[in-house]
């Protein structure tokens, strides 16, 4: 059970007074503090489905107690690792400012939109210093702690709580000299009684990404669930859900985006349950279209978990029936040609567990790459799966 300091004042996690005070303390934005070790740990206040929560600090997982419910495991097992204290920033306040490897603005005439391309060249591009598109989703997703999972949360997660935490996680983020949260568009679960007030809301997150004049447009970036890819006159659709209007996307860029997502479409398509996730930078123009500039994409499972392969896909579902909980490792700028460690299991004892699934044709440096990532945390206990040698090993 975890205790905080809020103040001179300390609440075991669970109590009555503590929750008295959380409205409060977020008002007046104090921050509590993790009593799990000495000096505590600096936490935030959240509003989640009108309950205030006490939530880690961005990047400070690790800074708990291994026993503490706010631990973290090391981020050098994921692609996060290289990215911090580059395209990532820990600011005095405790916030995050970040570092955008795409544009945030358009001038003149909307051209050919782009789908990003997986790094390929990390000896010419250096992919720590700033966050792609596909990063950026990452990044949210993992600070949102929607890459968690254990069993008791089974059928309370939906849209509504996906939609909640991404924009929490966004409100601890800079980019570009502003807040992340004021251009970031995630769409409100359609609710036919609060229709007006919804409309209402939209009209006004959707400011920033009106087309003005013909000079510099600034772009607004959106993270929607899709539901449907339609052909138009030119180009295609993009149909979202909870959204009443498509983004377009120009024809050159619908087969790179094809092409470079195969493997996630082909997963969405495989069944009903799985989710495809769209995060993309947008305008609209004076007439009202949208229109996408750049996207990226990553599927999901029914508990909006993220995985990149059937193999993933069953170790999930295996984990998703435990008490304990997971936590889901997402690849960030890292090309699928780099080891990163699939899930962690951070409450097993007597030491954490790192899962591995090694796919089936990796090279001697691939399977090098992950000795060397076992070797380097001595305090976790490695699991590996290597698919060519037949069913998933019995869990920890």
Request: charged letters at 25%.
């Amino acid at each position: 059970m975890r205790r905080f300091l809020i103040g001179d004042r300390s609440f075991e996690e669970d109590s009555a007074d503590l929750q008295t005070l959380l409205p409060h303390a977020y008002e007046q934005k104090l921050r509590p503090h993790c009593q799990c070790k000495d000096p505590p740990v600096q936490m935030y206040i959240a509003r989640l489905d009108g309950q205030f929560l006490v939530k880690r600090m961005p990047l400070s997982g690790r800074d708990h107690e291994p026993t503490c419910p706010s631990y973290e495991p090391p981020y050098e097992l994921s692609g996060l690792g290289p990215l911090i204290g580059n395209a990532i920033q820990i600011e005095a306040n405790g916030r995050t400012a970040l570092k955008l490897d795409f544009s945030m603005t358009k001038r003149g005439p909307r051209t050919a939109a782009s789908a990003p391309t997986e790094p390929s060249e990390p000896a010419i591009r250096n992919e720590t210093k700033r966050l792609s598109l596909r990063a950026m989703l990452h990044y949210l997703w993992e600070m949102g702690e929607l890459t968690e999972w254990r069993s008791s949360w089974a059928g309370k997660r939906g849209w509504g709580r996906v939609r909640t935490s991404l924009m929490n996680a966004a409100s601890q983020m800079t980019a570009r000299g502003g807040e992340l949260s004021d251009v970031l568009f995630v769409p409100e679960v359609f609710h036919h009684g609060d229709r007006e007030g919804i409309v209402a809301r939209r009209a006004t997150a959707l400011a920033g990404a009106q087309a003005s004049g013909t000079g510099l447009r600034k772009l607004m970036i959106t993270v929607a669930e899709v539901k449907e890819f339609t052909a138009a006159r030119e180009g295609h659709c993009i149909a979202l859900r909870h959204l009443p209007f498509p983004l377009m996307l120009e024809e050159g860029a619908w087969k790179r985006l094809i092409v470079r997502y195969e493997t996630e479409l082909e997963l969405w398509r495989s069944s009903k349950e799985f989710h495809l996730i769209l995060i993309a930078t947008f305008g609209i123009s004076a007439s009202g279209v949208a229109a996408v500039e750049e996207v990226a994409m990553m599927v999901v499972n029914e508990n909006w978990v993220p995985f990149e392969s059937v193999h993933e896909r069953l170790l999930l579902e295996r984990l998703a029936g435990l008490r304990r909980k997971s936590v889901k490792g997402l690849r960030f700028n890292l090309s699928r040609d780099q080891p990163i460690v699939s899930v962690t299991l951070p409450e097993q004892r007597p030491s954490p567990v790192a899962m591995f699934i090694v796919p089936a044709g990796r090279s001697e440096d691939y399977e090098r790459a992950v000795a060397e990532m076992i070797e380097a945390r001595p305090e976790m206990t490695p699991w590996v799966w290597r698919v060519t040698e037949g069913e998933m090993p019995r869990l920890p």
